[in-house]
């Protein structure tokens, strides 16, 4: 499946070092792609996590690599 404007993904834990995942709690973020640019494959995500949306994790950018998404089933 490809990611498009409107998916749901969450975070591929293989580019993440255990540590940084368990701490940050990556494994329960959910977020929806609000833009996708082609030409690099970044997208922008709105993630949602601890009951609150929000763009990306605090004072960091809610860009993200495809390559870097899982899409949720």
Known sequence: MKIEI????KLNCENYALDEWVTRD???LVG???EVWESDGECKIFWQGKGKFFDGACAQQSWEYSH???LVQ
């Open 6 to 9: 409107g998916s749901l993904v």
């Open 26 to 28: 990556y494994g329960k």
């Open 32 to 34: 929806i792609v609000t």
């Open 68 to 70: 870097n998404l899982e």
